[in-house]
């Protein structure tokens, strides 16, 4: 289990609801307990790798089937799914009209 905090307040169930990402396999989201959760694979291994809101500046990540070592990535990951990575522009797509 890790705790990953932002520098601005998140909500992980509007932020779910906003996109239709989650309406597609590998992506399970639980609505009555808060939980977004997907399969990730790291190396060789697969772990089941789930999200719930603690605070509106942080999210609980737990994990199975991965060790400690792996916490760096899985935590990369999360923010990426969440777009907390604090580099939204790399979010936009590689369009020329777009690059101002």
């Known amino acids: 289990m890790s705790v990953l905090n932002f520098r601005w307040p998140i909500d992980l169930a509007l932020t779910v609801a906003s996109h239709g990402w989650v309406q597609l396999a590998p992506w399970r989201w639980d609505p009555e307990a808060g939980r977004l ?49 604090g580099n939204q522009r790399r979010q936009l797509p590689r369009c020329p009209m777009l690059r101002r």
């Open 37 to 85: 959760a997907r399969i990730e694979r790291t190396g060789d291994r697969c772990s089941t790798v789930e999200v719930v809101q603690r605070t509106s500046c942080a999210v609980v990540i737990t994990w199975e089937g991965l060790g400690a070592a792996d916490e760096t990535e899985i935590l990369a990951r999360v923010r990426r799914w969440l777009s907390a990575d």
